[in-house]
Every structure is written in C-alpha cells, then in structure tokens.
C-alpha cells in the first residue's frame, strides 16, 4: 500500500475487446481496438499513470463452432488453440497485455464462470430485469435452434445482408425474430419458431442513458447510434439465453446459459485487477479511483456502449468511464472476415521477415481514421514503408555527418508536447506529430536532442524500433548496420493478400 504522503499517480484499466477464438488475428483486428489501447497505455504510462491491460478470448461466441467442426475438434479444444496463437500475434506486434485470459482455462473457468452469473444474480435481486418469452427460429429436421452463426438474413436496421445478431454494415443489433428472411446458414430446411423465456434488462430502464452515452464516448457519430438504439429498443440488454453453448446458467433455469456480455467479460477482467492488486473490482464501487477504458469496433457498438450502461444500471455496478471507437479497416472496399478468409493475417506477415511489425503499426496509425472506414492497399503499404526507410536514413546520415560541426551543447528546440489527454487521443494525431518530427530538417537539433525527441514521438507507435533506433543515433552509427531495412519489392509481398469470398 502507498503511504499516505504519497502522491498518487492516476490508475487505469485497459480492456479491449476479447476477440473471438475462429482463427488467427488479422490486420483488421490489430487495426482497431488493439493499437489504439496499446498507444494509449504507453502515451498514459508516459505521462507517469498506472496502467493494466487485460484482454482474453470470446470463447462462448458461437462463431467458434463452424470453425471447430470444420478442424474436427471439440469447440473448447479448438478455442484453446486459437486463443495460445491470438495471444502469440498480439505479443508479435508489441501489443502489451499484463494478463490474457482464456475462460476455459482451469485458472478462470470458475471465476469467469461465477462473476457473470454474480451480475444475473444482482440483477434479478434488484428488480431491474425482466423474464420475457421470444421466438427462435428452429429447423424441424435437425431439431436444433437457429441463432447466431447459424441465422442468415437481413439487418432490420438497414436491410444489408446480415447474420449472428449484430450488422457489420450499420452496427445494428437484433433478436433473432427480428432479421428479415430468415434462414439457416448451409441450409434450406423450414424454419419454424419455438418459444422460450429468458432474462433481459429492464426496457425502460431506471434512467435515460443518453446523456451518459455522451460522456462515455467522444466520438460523436457513435454516440449518435447507440442513442438512437437506445432509444428504439428502450435499453434492452439480452442477459441469458437458450443457446447450448455458452456460460452454464446456474442462477435458474430461464436460459440455458448466461450471455457473454462485453460487459460481463470486462467484470471479470475487473476482479482479475481487484486480486492482483489486492483492491476492490474497479467496476463494482462508484468510488473506484482506477480508471476503466474499453476499445471496440462499431461491429460491438452497443455491446460497448448502450449495453454497459443498461446491465450496470440494472444491476448496481459501475460502467466504463471512457469507451474508444473505431470503424473498420477494409481490404480492396470489403470488410476484413475471418470466417470468408478475406484479409491479410499478422502470423503470415510476421513469417515473411520482410516488415518490421513497428513498421506495421506505424502504416496502420499513418492511414487510421477513427470514423471512417480506411481501405488497406498493399502498393500504398510498400510504398509507406519505403518512404519511411528513406526518410529515417538521410536523417540518421545527417545527423551523424553534421555532429561535430554543431556547436551545440544542448539543444532547446525540442519541448516535448507533454499535453497529452485522453479525449483527444488519436492514433492519426500521434502518427501526424511523429511525421512532422521526422521529416523535419534535423540540422536544427544536435544528436542528443534529436535521438531523445525521435525516441519521444516514435516510442508508442513503434515499441522496439523506436529505441532502438534512438540507440543507434545516440552511438553515432549509421543506418547501414541498423533496423531501418532495405527497400521492399510488391512483389514480395503479395502473398498476405487473400481475397474471400
Ligand atoms: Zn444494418
């Protein structure tokens, strides 16, 4: 424990979205919620914050059961693996996550397991949850219920074809007796509708949530679109379900298992903080001085903001206090898919050794745009990376030739840009300030004060080539014996590109 004379330093928990165990992490993945936490945690680590991040796997998403099938492995076997390889990419990319978490590991299962039962249990202590029957569609010659993965049709919100229960296109999301043409994936059997009942937040709430939408999020647009959802759908929030494969329902019998909410994942996570530092779970008491910030994808628009504020109304806990944002990154115009092979996948890049993964993430910051969606070119990629390579050997070049010709001995032209706050961080604005350093005229600083600014602007974008880079300059060396990389061929590289279907 700090004494009490102690200043203490802000803390933070980072969680950003588990990803789902269907297959190995590709380009879209990184692009999103998992850069702009890792940029963020070292911007606010920097800035002398306490900050954890604690990420683990979607498990009880039934997108993982085709994929599984198609391995002809058991479903929770199959996650397992796929969870060791998403931990192995993110760690390739210098994604830094203190704890991942699978929840079908012997160390989590229980505690996964219970902390989102303990919600449901809350939940329905307090009154604010109610049990309502709905339709499901169900295939008469299987017998088997048609959700999730399984249910094709169209969005509801925007009439795109869509499947699961939440569009890519508008980021709508619906019950299965709402998607328009309804059909079972690989199917052409009838469809029928069976009634069951299960538990959901309140409609209307104790509070209009609107007001608090606003202040979770910056991002305008978003907001925008959870408000409206919010106010549509009335703050309704599935919590159990009769889907067979998911978190066993051990409070009562209404579902057969508890909805893998955002939310839930995100308490688990919390109690998982709560016991390493031996405090309380960040998100069950208001008075929490540790700060919680979720990063999603507008895929998870209202499972990262309307549906947090629903379910910690409903039950007594606390929400997030700021939730980042972010649309998608496209391959030639179409969405990245893991289930339609459609992408460029971080394992395939990371065996080429061609392109440093810093060099990675800085293209991804260089072309990032929070609310629009950005398409991923390869001639563009190369062309970045060349640039870059040729920029930062003129500048390492120039700074070791005009070395003892400078009569500095310090250097006060470098201020660092120590401003630095949460609301308007953004990967763009971090990536802009680092390009202007690096293509500016570095005769105007001495070695020292270059290398420190250079490490200064580069370090969040590019973890290990910033450093060491800066050590390279700090011992006047040339770039010939560096990291910086020679210059890349297209060609090279064509074969990460997969189109899908
Ligand atoms: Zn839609």
Sequence with gaps: MEKSTDIECPKFLLLPMQPTPNGRLHLGH??????????????????????????????????????????????????????????SDLAAFNISIDTWINPLSVEHTT????????????????????????????????????SGVWLIGRC??????????????CGYHYQ??????????????????????????????????????RDLCQQRSFCDLGINYAKQKGQEIRLTSPEAWGIPNTVDGFGTTVSNTFYGYCYYCAEVYAQTFNCENPLSQASSNVRVIAFAGIDNLVAAIVAPLAISGAVGTRPFDTV?????????????????KHGVWLSELIELELVHPDEVRLYIASISNPEFEVDFNLKKFVEFINVHRRTLKQRINTIAATEYKSNHTSCYRCKFDCDFSIAKFSLE?????????????????????????????????????????????????????????????????????????
């Design 111 to 146: 505690g996964y397991n219970d902390a989102n039962n303990e919600l449901l249990r809350r939940g329905q202590k307090s009154g604010s949850l109610i049990l309502k029957e709905e339709k499901v569609p169900y295939n008469i010659s299987s017998g088997k219920l048609v």
């Design 429 to 501: 604005s971090v990536f802009a300030n680092y390009w202007k350093f690096v293509t500016s005229d570095p005769t105007e600083h001495c070695r020292g004060s270059w290398a420190s600014t250079f490490l200064h602007q580069s370090e969040a974008l590019m973890p290990i080539l910033g450093p060491e880079i800066y050590q390279l300059v700090q011992a006047g060396g040339s770039p010939d014996q560096s990291v910086v990389g020679h210059k890349l061929l297209l060609n090279d590289l064509r074969t990460v590109i997969h189109h899908g279907c």
């Design 324 to 340: 980042n944002l972010n649309k998608f990154l496209t391959l030639d115009g179409q969405k990245f898919s893991t289930s339609r």
């Design 176 to 213: 299965p007796d709402e998607i328009l043409d309804p059909k079972e994936r690989h199917s052409d059997s009838e469809l029928e509708w069976k009634f069951f009942k299960s538990w959901f937040t309140k409609p209307d709430g104790c509070h209009d949530i609107s007001l608090q939408i």
């Design 30 to 87: 990184l692009s999103g919620p998992y850069l702009n936490c890792d940029v963020l945690g070292r911007l606010l680590k920097r800035s002398g914050a306490e900050v954890t991040t604690i990420c683990g796997a979607d498990v009880y998403e039934n997108w993982v059961i085709p994929p599984a099938d198609a391995a002809k492995l058991e479903v929770g076997d199959f996650c397992t693996k796929s969870s060791d390889q998403i931990e």
């Design 156 to 169: 509801p919100g925007c009439g795109e074809s869509a499947s699961g229960n939440c569009c890519e296109s």
